[in-house]
């Protein structure tokens, strides 16, 4: 069986960093493209970012560029999202989901999904 579990969310200020972390298991974890997706009370999922297979390609939503940066640990079955300067508009339950030998930044495509872990930033 397929899972995904983050870790590394936490309650910060705003100018703090997190490092969110999520271990995959029951895949195999080169054969997908892992992305990060975040959702706020009352409002839709939203992409935040993906990286490919091997860490070839990375991309971000205009919302987080510069301040998040995501990698991948092939050797460990992990995908990192390093969250740098928070706002407060970043609090949301953060997911990592899993894409089929994908590139996608649609939360339709990805196959396989976390439980979230809760960011809160305060002002």
């Known amino acids: 069986q397929v899972q995904l579990v983050e870790s590394g969310g936490g309650l910060v200020q705003a100018g703090d960093s997190l490092r969110l972390s999520c271990v995959v298991s029951?895949?195999?974890?080169?054969?997908?493209?892992m992305g990060w997706f975040r959702q706020a009370p009352g409002k839709e999922r939203e992409f935040v970012s993906f990286?490919?297979?091997?860490?070839?390609?990375?991309v971000y939503a205009d919302s987080v560029k510069g301040r998040f940066t995501v990698s991948r640990d092939n050797a460990r079955n992990r995908v990192y999202l390093q969250m740098n300067n928070l706002k407060p508009e970043d609090t949301a339950v953060y997911y990592c989901?899993?894409?089929?030998?994908?590139?996608?930044?649609?939360?339709?495509?990805?196959?396989?999904w976390g439980q979230g872990t809760q960011v809160t930033v305060s002002s």
């Open positions: 989901a899993a894409d089929w030998r994908g590139l996608a930044t649609l939360r339709e495509e990805y196959d396989y």
């Open positions: 990286i490919s297979w091997n860490g070839g390609s990375t």
């Open positions: 029951g895949l195999t974890f080169t054969s997908y493209t």
